[in-house]
């Protein structure tokens, strides 16, 4: 009955290889398979004019990822590469011409027959080089930057363009806002009206048949579910369908809703709902107007009772999409076969994960039967004259099903000697020939095996009249008027074995029915009252709706019919009868006032840099346009009136010279009532530089000023966020320094982050937190103020140099001296001894002692100094808490200064006697045992030390013990000597 062959390629390995089969020409089938090996740089194309009887090579001079063939123009192909460019071929892939780059794979469309006027034109989404995403079509034979055109003024959302029939959808973002779009039959793009607090989370588009729209919604409120709309003929207005569609995540993030389209037969869906956790399928003849659930079979596959009955137990299919688009889902319908469903499922209360028993109902779902009990991959051939079956499994085959009967019974066949690994079934071309392709490969490094199947042979005669029979598509109540009309159709007798042929047609009669109330939808804006409610399935409005309200687009001398709440399925064709849509009053549209009016920046941005372009776009959802004027004030003395802003879409072109704030505000007016809308815009110079200055030292609970030092100075323009330890929540302030202290000892990391705008920095220090340390208040010569800049890294280095000398003249370790230049004029510094790693056998009082003692000894002997550019020489001493000096570093004394003899004998007696005081004091606690010699302040209100907010303030001697946190103020000069560095 079939024969069988293996296509060997030259030079092909199916390990990254993928076949594309190009949809019938008007005579011969074409076939193109794509290839490429492991080691190749390059990929061939393979084409065959004669049904794959010969192949010619073709090589492709890039990398193609998906190809995708004209719908009605077979030699003409687009091919998108790996690199996000997309290339047009004229010629079936011999020579291939670059039409876009940064395109974005799988949103590129073919233009749409009978909607597009040019059959060349091409559809697709494409990052600008700002980096937004736009909607652009463009001729595959001119397509440049010239006449690339955007159809749409904004920005779209990646990944969101969709092109189906008489429609195009995207979704659009901004101020984390999602606004869905749609354009009818290449019309302007309208918002998609959807119940007003549905607040769509996501939105898939399910079919755009019939011109009609159905669209999946996931609502604010659902998870794993979706609610399924339908819309008016334009895809404008969407009312409620079914809620709670079950929905799942796929590879990639794409997102699968159960919910299929049963072609053949127009108006019939099957939905799996999630209700309570429970999983049932659900079956619609009207387009989502009246579900049921499916009626279970009474006998299984070996003739025994199923047990199966409602309410408690139905049919339930799963309604999975195949990965391989080669092979079917889960559940397979064709046009060309109307009423013939077959599908994996189960019976019982709901769907079952793990069972794939295999249904088949050839009345389009009145009636079902069992035929495996497996799952399997189904192909339909001669108009469904012929049912081929392959067992879905990883493992080789080499045995295929097949049923001429509609299921009834089921034959065996060997397809080849061998066993494969079934990749793919194919009918060539179509459903209406009884030839058939299964390709696979018999190991993963094997070359591919393309298998004809051929049934003629088991057909000795073409069908006649006589062999065909008729039967009535009816809903599970057995309602023969469906979406307004009678159909019958004609199928061929279980005892006839004849071919059907290509001309053969399924439908045989349609009578129209008179329009009954089943035949009416819910309105937007209305929904269907619940069944146990006293007017059951009468349409009210929602409590957000007016039905007497103006359509958004009524313009002032129109008229427009109010909704009654009903509204007739797209292509319902009942006639006469029942009308419940019709309204008795016929209004006129009257003078609305502005509503919903907006004012944004081109890009949505609201912060942009001086002297730069700002293009503010205007729009009006709602109330009248005409004789609406708008008052634009763009907030730096800019002001101006215009009419017809909001129709023609233009924007406003305005640059700002100079850096601040300012309000820009759009009043929008008419004799009916006024609207207005604020933006406030802030225009700044990009953040050039950010050092975090902090003490390197503190001590528990003391507090210390972080301070960020920042270029240029923006007030009231930037945000810091403050990171402190390993805190991920941080501190917000709108000032350059934030006051903390720090409970446990250790080393803090401390992170800012500087945002003004669009622009960010971002800098990190570490500050060491201790229980003791000693503080040696230093100064230096004055030559040393002359050669200030007073920059961070300057003060920086300054003190690395100190420390290094400090530690090579008095032997104590570098990495238990901290010396931190102060900011500001004069030059000070403070020195932090910090205590050694405790050891047992040492005295910590005694080495820290001796460890101060060296540190004064060098600096009061002047051996502590370094050399500037020119030879000058700084010298580093103590400094004298009262003056700020020490001896011999201080100016010679001037007028005024008199008095300075009494006043250094006063101090040196109160002086004297401290010492004694604390010589007394020392003496008593050497005598107990394991006490510490480092006294504890007295007073840490008189011991803190605060920096210098004037050039003059005092500062204090050595301080030992808990040290009180140095307070770091950036004064007027640093903050200008740090930018102009």
Same mark, same amino acid.
């Given at each position: 009955?079939?024969?069988?062959?293996?296509l060997?390629?030259?030079?092909?390995? =199916?390990?990254?290889?993928?076949?594309?089969?190009?949809?019938?020409?008007?005579?011969?089938?074409?076939?193109i398979?794509?290839s490429?090996s492991?080691?190749?740089?390059?990929?061939?194309?393979?084409?065959?004019?004669d049904e794959?009887?010969t192949?010619? !090579?073709q090589l492709?001079?890039?990398?193609?990822?998906?190809?995708?063939?004209?719908?009605k123009e077979?030699?003409k192909?687009l091919?998108?590469?790996? @690199?996000?460019?997309?290339?047009a071929?004229?010629?079936?892939?011999?020579k291939w011409t670059?039409?876009?780059?940064?395109?974005?794979?799988?949103?590129?469309?073919?233009?749409?027959?009978?909607?597009?006027a040019?059959?060349?034109?091409v559809?697709?989404e494409? /990052?600008?080089?700002?980096?937004?995403?736009?909607?652009?079509?463009?001729?595959?034979?001119?397509c440049s %930057?010239?006449?690339?055109?955007?159809l749409?003024?904004?920005p779209?959302?990646h990944g969101?363009?969709?092109?189906?029939?008489?429609?195009?959808?995207?979704k659009?973002?901004?101020t984390?806002?999602? %606004?869905?779009?749609?354009?009818y039959?290449?019309?302007?793009f309208?918002?998609?009206?959807?119940?007003?607090y549905?607040?769509? %989370?996501d939105?898939?588009?399910?079919?755009?048949?019939?011109?009609?729209v159905?669209?999946?919604?996931?609502?604010?409120?659902?998870?794993?579910?979706?609610?399924?709309?339908?819309?008016? =003929?334009r895809?404008v207005?969407?009312?409620?369908?079914?809620?709670?569609v079950?929905?799942?995540r796929?590879?990639?993030?794409?997102?699968?809703?159960?919910?299929?389209?049963?072609?053949?037969?127009?108006?019939?869906?099957?939905?799996?709902? !999630?209700?309570?956790g429970?999983?049932m399928t659900?079956?619609?003849?009207?387009k989502?107007r009246?579900? @049921?659930?499916?009626?279970?079979p009474?006998?299984d596959?070996?003739?025994?009772p199923?047990?199966c009955k409602?309410?408690?137990?139905h049919?339930?299919?799963?309604?999975?999409?195949a990965?391989?688009p080669?092979?079917?889902?889960?559940?397979?319908?064709?046009?060309?076969?109307?009423?013939?469903?077959?599908?994996?499922?189960?019976?019982?209360? /709901?769907?079952?994960?793990?069972?794939?028993?295999?249904?088949?109902?050839?009345d389009?779902?009145?009636?079902?039967?069992?035929?495996?009990?497996?799952e399997?991959?189904?192909?339909y051939?001669?108009?469904?004259?012929?049912?081929?079956?392959v067992?879905?499994?990883?493992?080789?085959? !080499?045995?295929?099903?097949?049923?001429?009967?509609? #299921?009834?019974?089921?034959?065996?066949?060997?397809f080849?000697?061998?066993?494969v690994?079934?990749?793919?079934?194919?009918s060539?071309?179509?459903?209406?020939?009884? *030839?058939?392709?299964v390709?696979?490969?018999?190991?993963?490094?094997s070359?591919w095996?393309?298998v004809?199947?051929d049934?003629?042979?088991?057909?000795?005669? &073409?069908c006649?009249?006589?062999d065909?029979?008729?039967?009535?598509l009816?809903?599970?109540q057995?309602?023969?008027?469906?979406m307004?009309?009678?159909?019958?159709f004609?199928?061929?007798?279980?005892?006839s074995?004849c071919?059907?042929?290509?001309?053969?047609?399924?439908?045989?009669?349609?009578?129209?029915?008179e329009?009954?109330?089943?035949?009416f939808?819910?309105d937007?804006?209305?929904?269907?009252s619940?069944?146990?409610?006293?007017?059951?399935?009468?349409c009210s409005?929602?409590f957000?709706?007016?039905?007497l309200?103006? =359509?958004?687009?009524?313009?002032?001398?129109?008229?427009?019919?109010s909704s009654?709440?009903?509204r007739?399925?797209?292509?319902?064709?009942?006639?006469?009868?029942? @009308?419940?849509? &019709?309204?008795?009053?016929?209004?006129?549209?009257?003078?609305?006032?502005?509503?919903g009016l907006?004012?944004?920046i081109?890009?949505?941005a609201?912060?942009?840099?001086?002297?730069?372009?700002?293009?503010f776009?205007?729009?009006?959802?709602q109330?009248?346009?005409?004789?609406t004027?708008?008052?634009v004030?763009?907030?730096?003395g800019? !002001?101006?009136?215009?009419?017809?802003?909001?129709?023609?879409?233009?924007?406003i072109?305005?640059r700002?010279e100079?850096?601040?704030v300012?309000?820009?505000?759009?009043?929008?007016?008419?004799?009916?009532?006024h609207?207005?809308?604020?933006?406030?815009? /802030?225009?700044?110079?990009p953040?050039?530089?950010?050092y975090?200055e *902090?003490?390197?030292?503190?001590g528990?609970n003391?507090?210390?000023?972080?301070?960020?030092?920042?270029? +240029?100075?923006?007030p009231?323009?930037t945000?810091?966020?403050?990171?402190?330890?390993?805190s991920?929540q +941080?501190?917000?302030?709108?000032d350059n320094?934030?006051?903390? &202290?720090?409970p446990d000892?250790?080393?803090?990391?401390?992170?800012?982050?500087?945002a003004?705008?669009?622009?960010?920095? &971002?800098d990190?220090?570490?500050?060491r937190?201790?229980?003791?340390?000693?503080?040696?208040?230093?100064?230096?010569?004055k030559?040393?103020?002359?050669n200030n +800049?007073?920059t961070?890294?300057?003060?920086?280095d300054v003190?690395?140099?100190?420390t290094?000398?400090?530690?090579?003249e008095?032997?104590?370790?570098?990495?238990l001296l901290?010396t931190?230049?102060?900011?500001?004029?004069p030059t000070?510094a403070?020195?932090?001894?910090?205590?050694?790693?405790?050891?047992?056998?040492?005295?910590?009082?005694?080495?820290?002692d001796?460890?101060l003692?060296?540190?004064?000894?060098?600096?009061?002997s002047?051996?502590?100094?370094?050399?500037l550019?020119?030879?000058?020489?700084?010298?580093v001493?103590l400094?004298?808490?009262?003056?700020g000096?020490?001896?011999?570093?201080?100016?010679?004394?001037g007028?005024? /200064?008199?008095g300075?003899?009494?006043w250094?004998?006063?101090?040196?007696?109160v002086?004297?006697?401290?010492?004694?005081?604390?010589?007394?004091?020392?003496?008593?606690?050497?005598?107990?045992p394991g006490?510490t010699?480092?006294?504890q302040?007295h007073?840490e %209100?008189?011991?803190?030390?605060?920096?210098p907010?004037?050039?003059?303030e005092d500062?204090?001697s050595?301080?030992?013990?808990?040290?009180? #946190?140095?307070?770091?103020?950036?004064?007027s000069?640093?903050?200008?000597?740090?930018?102009?560095?």
């Amino acid at each position: 009955m079939a024969g069988w062959g293996v296509l060997a390629l030259p030079s092909i390995l =199916p390990t990254e290889g993928t076949g594309h089969t190009q949809p019938p020409g008007p005579s011969v089938f074409q076939i193109i398979l794509l290839s490429s090996s492991l080691g190749d740089r390059d990929q061939s194309l393979f084409l065959s004019a004669d049904e794959g009887a010969t192949f010619q !090579k073709q090589l492709v001079p890039f990398f193609v990822e998906t190809l995708t063939f004209h719908p009605k123009e077979e030699d003409k192909v687009l091919a998108y590469t790996r @690199d996000s460019k997309l290339y047009a071929s004229s010629d079936l892939g011999k020579k291939w011409t670059l039409l876009q780059e940064r395109v974005t794979k799988d949103h590129v469309f073919w233009a749409v027959s009978g909607v597009d006027a040019d059959p060349d034109l091409v559809h697709m989404e494409a /990052q600008d080089p700002s980096g937004g995403f736009r909607y652009v079509t463009c001729h595959i034979h001119n397509c440049s %930057k010239e006449t690339l055109t955007a159809l749409f003024a904004g920005p779209i959302d990646h990944g969101s363009l969709a092109v189906q029939d008489d429609y195009i959808f995207f979704k659009a973002t901004s101020t984390n806002r999602t %606004k869905y779009y749609v354009s009818y039959r290449r019309n302007e793009f309208v918002l998609m009206k959807l119940p007003k607090y549905a607040l769509p %989370k996501d939105l898939q588009i399910i079919s755009t048949d019939e011109n009609q729209v159905f669209v999946a919604v996931q609502e604010w409120h659902q998870a794993d579910t979706y609610n399924l709309y339908q819309s008016d =003929p334009r895809g404008v207005h969407y009312a409620l369908a079914l809620r709670d569609v079950r929905s799942s995540r796929q590879a990639e993030e794409s997102v699968v809703i159960d919910i299929l389209e049963v072609r053949g037969v127009k108006g019939v869906f099957l939905a799996n709902q !999630k209700i309570d956790g429970k999983v049932m399928t659900l079956i619609t003849y009207n387009k989502g107007r009246d579900w @049921d659930y499916l009626r279970p079979p009474s006998m299984d596959m070996n003739g025994k009772p199923t047990n199966c009955k409602p309410p408690d137990c139905h049919l339930h299919l799963h309604l999975r999409w195949a990965d391989n688009p080669y092979v079917s889902g889960t559940v397979h319908t064709k046009d060309t076969a109307p009423g013939l469903i077959m599908g994996a499922g189960n019976l019982g209360s /709901q769907l079952v994960e793990y069972k794939e028993e295999m249904y088949i109902t050839s009345d389009c779902g009145h009636t079902w039967r069992q035929v495996f009990e497996e799952e399997h991959h189904i192909l339909y051939l001669d108009h469904g004259g012929v049912i081929v079956a392959v067992k879905d499994t990883s493992i080789p085959l !080499k045995t295929l099903k097949f049923s001429l009967d509609e #299921g009834l019974t089921w034959s065996t066949h060997n397809f080849t000697s061998t066993s494969v690994f079934v990749d793919g079934l194919l009918s060539e071309p179509g459903d209406e020939t009884l *030839v058939m392709t299964v390709f696979g490969h018999i190991s993963f490094r094997s070359d591919w095996e393309l298998v004809k199947v051929d049934f003629r042979p088991s057909f000795s005669r &073409q069908c006649s009249e006589d062999d065909y029979s008729s039967w009535d598509l009816t809903d599970l109540q057995g309602d023969r008027c469906i979406m307004g009309q009678q159909r019958s159709f004609r199928k061929r007798k279980s005892t006839s074995w004849c071919i059907k042929g290509r001309s053969f047609t399924s439908a045989l009669t349609s009578r129209v029915c008179e329009c009954r109330d089943s035949d009416f939808l819910c309105d937007y804006g209305f929904e269907r009252s619940p069944s146990s409610e006293s007017e059951a399935n009468k349409c009210s409005a929602n409590f957000w709706f007016n039905p007497l309200s103006p =359509p958004d687009d009524c313009a002032l001398g129109q008229t427009y019919t109010s909704s009654l709440g009903y509204r007739k399925a797209v292509s319902n064709v009942c006639e006469g009868g029942v @009308d419940l849509q &019709q309204s008795p009053v016929q209004l006129q549209c009257p003078l609305t006032p502005p509503r919903g009016l907006q004012v944004s920046i081109r890009g949505e941005a609201v912060a942009v840099r001086p002297r730069e372009d700002v293009l503010f776009v205007v729009r009006q959802e709602q109330g009248d346009v005409l004789t609406t004027k708008y008052q634009v004030d763009l907030g730096d003395g800019f !002001k101006a009136m215009y009419v017809n802003l909001t129709l023609t879409g233009e924007p406003i072109r305005h640059r700002y010279e100079s850096p601040g704030v300012y309000r820009v505000s759009v009043r929008a007016e008419n004799m009916a009532g006024h609207d207005e809308a604020v933006l406030f815009v /802030q225009v700044n110079s990009p953040l050039q530089a950010l050092y975090l200055e *902090v003490v390197p030292v503190i001590g528990i609970n003391q507090e210390v000023n972080l301070t960020a030092v920042l270029l +240029p100075l923006n007030p009231n323009l930037t945000v810091f966020y403050w990171w402190i330890g390993h805190s991920l929540q +941080p501190l917000l302030s709108l000032d350059n320094s934030v006051t903390t &202290q720090f409970p446990d000892t250790g080393d803090v990391r401390v992170t800012v982050q500087a945002a003004c705008g669009n622009s960010v920095l &971002q800098d990190s220090r570490v500050i060491r937190v201790l229980d003791q340390f000693q503080v040696v208040p230093l100064q230096f010569s004055k030559d040393l103020d002359a050669n200030n +800049p007073n920059t961070p890294e300057w003060r920086e280095d300054v003190g690395l140099v100190v420390t290094r000398l400090l530690s090579k003249e008095t032997s104590v370790p570098e990495e238990l001296l901290v010396t931190v230049v102060k900011p500001g004029l004069p030059t000070l510094a403070d020195l932090y001894v910090l205590l050694p790693p405790p050891r047992p056998t040492r005295k910590r009082s005694l080495t820290s002692d001796k460890r101060l003692a060296a540190i004064q000894q060098v600096l009061k002997s002047q051996k502590i100094s370094f050399l500037l550019q020119g030879g000058v020489r700084v010298l580093v001493a103590l400094r004298d808490t009262d003056t700020g000096e020490s001896p011999g570093m201080g100016g010679r004394g001037g007028p005024g /200064q008199g008095g300075g003899g009494y006043w250094a004998a006063a101090v040196l007696f109160v002086v004297g006697l401290f010492a004694a005081a604390a010589f007394i004091l020392y003496k008593f606690k050497r005598k107990r045992p394991g006490r510490t010699v480092y006294a504890q302040m007295h007073n840490e %209100k008189e011991q803190e030390m605060t920096s210098p907010v004037g050039h003059c303030e005092d500062v204090q001697s050595t301080i030992q013990g808990n040290h009180s #946190g140095v307070v770091l103020s950036i004064n007027s000069r640093e903050m200008h000597s740090y930018l102009v560095s």
